[in-house]
Nanobody, 114 residues
Framework: QAQLVESGGGLVQPGGSLRLSCAAS????????MGWYRQAPGKQRELVAT???????NYGDSVKGRFTISRDNAKNTVYLQMNSLKPEDTAVYYC????????WGQGTQVTVSS
């Protein structure tokens, strides 16, 4: 069964860092463009980072220069390194294909607060 499992979220102070992981079944991950999305309370889910098969990446303006997406094709895993976190980064973070054509996982909560 195709599935996505996100992990690595938590509570962090402004300026801190977190590394998120997403384990995907092979049918979702292999030879596909993957991305990290987030949904803040009261807001629509948004795409924040994309990684293509060859490793090329793309970022939303709000996270550019602070977040880094990467993938391990042998492990069917995609990562999101988040640095210089801000309170406005608080959201539930999800991974999925780009575009998101498979069922969403449970996500992982990231809270940035002092």
């Amino acid at each position: 069964q195709a599935q996505l499992v996100e992990s690595g979220g938590g509570l962090v102070q402004p300026g801190g860092s977190l590394r998120l992981s997403c384990a995907a079944s092979g049918s979702i991950f292999s030879f596909k463009t993957m991305g990290w999305y987030r949904q803040a309370p009261g807001k629509q889910r948004e795409l924040v980072a994309t990684i293509y098969i060859g490793g090329t990446t793309n970022y939303g303006d709000s996270v550019k220069g602070r977040f880094t997406i990467s993938r391990d094709n042998a492990k069917n895993t995609v990562y999101l390194q988040m640095n210089s976190l801000k309170p406005e980064d608080t959201a539930v973070y999800y991974c999925n294909r780009v575009p998101p054509v498979v069922a969403w996982g449970q996500g992982t909560q990231v809270t940035v607060s002092s």
